[in-house]
């Protein structure tokens, strides 16, 4: 009896084997190349685990995709090693524009630092668009002595102060490196492993500065257990009124704007077509009304995120030689 | 601080039939979640968010929590039932919980860990509904330093744990701790013992570690054995009785205290459930007077981490609502939902938004008082599952544990992994070596790194910070408590002599 019963699992697993494989050989037919994309879904790749800023963005920005193809485009979290896994993972698959990758300036980062030299961003895979800017703020916590980054920069000239963030090496590490080089204070980049235990350090006094994306910090503003001190933008933040009286960094004559950003990219050789009708999509997405509420929502929307193809591209070049030049500054590199 | 109004409208906004559905299908959901290793809880929720797009804010809210808190009791299933951990949180209750079982009291070990759990989350929802505000303010206070000391006291009970074989205990907990040494360095990005290999780089995530070396060693070691080719030490001697609610009480003590020991570490950000239950435990081996039992079945060693790591979960909520600051990562993921459906978790939440507060303490309650009172029944059900021949179990561990291992990163590498802690786990039960302190070194390897360095980078490299700050001093006091008590109580009882 026992027999018989592991004979007819034993069966049926090798069916399902068997069924697997199948369909994984007929969806890779050639066939498929010569009628009209999309045939099957088509994976996007997000670099990081689920919950995260980038997960949300893109599992949204999936769904919304879906409801314009005639076939669903499916997220997959590949994460892992700062988001590399995730590049190396799409660097990996055929270039037929059924992967599309999700990618944020931890990419280029690694890029300019060399972390997996197989695989580079700028030289195997192909903007499509830029979706998203984040802005970062700098906050002190409400009993701060100081009160404004004048303050803040007089004071650090001569001492050291310390700045929470998180990744060391990454874009906390850089933006903060770039603003000390910028303005000539001595900072020390204290890394947290997440966002949270950042945001308990500041508010429990542990460091004296805080650095984080508006979103992030808004409600401990609101709150007034945070007070903004500075935006990294070249204008300052109208849209928000606890922003109104924060100067913005170009404004005090600091050429420092970096922040955060999202974007989807494809492995370099993807027919023109086929980008081209994955560009028309996210265009049409984007300016959605579904989309622009989403933006808002999760403030997003204060500094035109929006890049075409080229304009992407331009804009990738520049920030690689942004991280590049900081990291050889400091002898990251 | 309650508002009685609030309170009642709370209440009345949970109980209609479709909120308790959700509550009832949630922790059921949470429960089955929990308990598959690698499928974790934060996972799961994931799963469900999809889902609560389609439905108003509050039920999707109270779906999500119920499923948080039923999740917390799943882990310790699978924990007792076939010595694997579902989730680490409940490494601590292998230690007796399946020497129970294998005695042949599957149906006691797994009522005494569900209605454990359920006093503990109670406890710490009560403490919640009461004391959140000024509670999250003090959790504040604790930083690096504290951090540091904290662990250091999870590292310090291992000793408790390998009281039979101290030496092998303290080894596997080095080696825990080298590999928590694998992967970017936490401070300066350096990457460490990587060997240019791109997937080290992330570290060496410890669930396919936990799922290796005690799912797949187990199943090695019964099939080596062939001491189990007839079922769970033959099918027939399992007892489905569970405990009833008097003999529960004379633990009382041990749950309380397990609770408090769970609510409080589990409200501080960034600890979570593993250090609750390993302290506890070792606080319950401490106290008790025949410690030669603990290791070989004793309730106590059920009960106590299972209340810990339960209130943990309660608690790491109150930090996440409150402030927003998440203090697991499956609250930061429930955070992550509560703001997709709008909802702006943190200081405002109190004062712009006290019902939803009050609802999501309510059905967390609910969804434990039903686990306290139909808990060991269902557990009947669970312990039921060892009566299949071993031959068909273990198939299926196996193939949940290599689904586990590819869901975390969907690649193969960490089913590899996995396969290779299989066989090292194995290797280390052939000689006695305890997979328990491997995990245990290096879940919490990472974070005493990480906070010892980080707290002498603030200092500017000042060693005495660690005892010049009034709480890391008592608690590092306490390390030394647990570290120097049998030699005191030794050289105490000589004296008397």
Redesign the interface.
Known sequence: M?KY??VA?VGLLGLGLALVGCSDKSSDSSKADQEVYPQRPVELVIPFG???ASD?FARKFA?MMTKRLPQPIQP???????G??GM??AAQQNNDGYTILEITPSHVIADAMD??P?VKLLRDFEPLTRIQSDIYILGVPKNSKFTSFKDLVEYGKTN?V?FAGI????LD?MTLTALADATGMKI?F?????G??V???V?????DIYLDKVISAI??I??G?IRPILVLNNKRIDKIKEFKEVPSSVELGYDVTIGSWRGFVVKKGVPQEIKALLIKTMNEVYNSQEYQKFAE?NLVNIREGFLNAESFSVDLEKQYKLFDGIARKVG?K | MMDTSLFFQAIDLVFTPFNLSMIVGGMLLGVFFGALPGISSSMGIVLMIPFTYYMGIMPSVILLVALYAGSAYGGSITAIMFNTPGTPEAVATTFDGYPMAKKGEAGKALGLAMTASAAGSIFSILVMLMLSPTLSKIALKIQSAEYFALTLLGIACISSVGSKNLIKALITGCIGILIAMIGLDPMSGVSRLTFDKIDLLGGVEFIPVMIGAFAMAEILKQVVDKATSEGFEGSEKISLATIKFKEFMQYKWTVLKSSIIGTAIGILPGTGGSIASIVSYGEAVRSCHNKEDFGSGKPEGIIAPEAANNAAAGGAMIPTLVLGIPGSPTTAIILAALVLQGLQPGPQLMTEQPLMLYAIFFSMLIASIIVFFGGRVAVKAFAAVLKLPYSILASIIVMFSIIGSYAIGNDMYQVWVMLGFGIFGFFMKQYDFSPATLILGLVLGKMMEENFRRQLLLTNGDYNSFVTRPISLVILLFVALVLFYPAIAKLFKKKQK
């Open positions: 026992k019963l592991s699992i689920e919950g995260g949300i769904e997959v979290n590949k994460k892992g090693s700062g590399l896994k190396i993972y972390k997996s197989a050291m310390t990744s060391p090496g990454g590490d020390r204290i890394p947290y492993k997440s949270s235990e945001k308990a350090a508010l429990g006094g542990e460091v409600n401990y609101k709150d257990s929502l990251l």
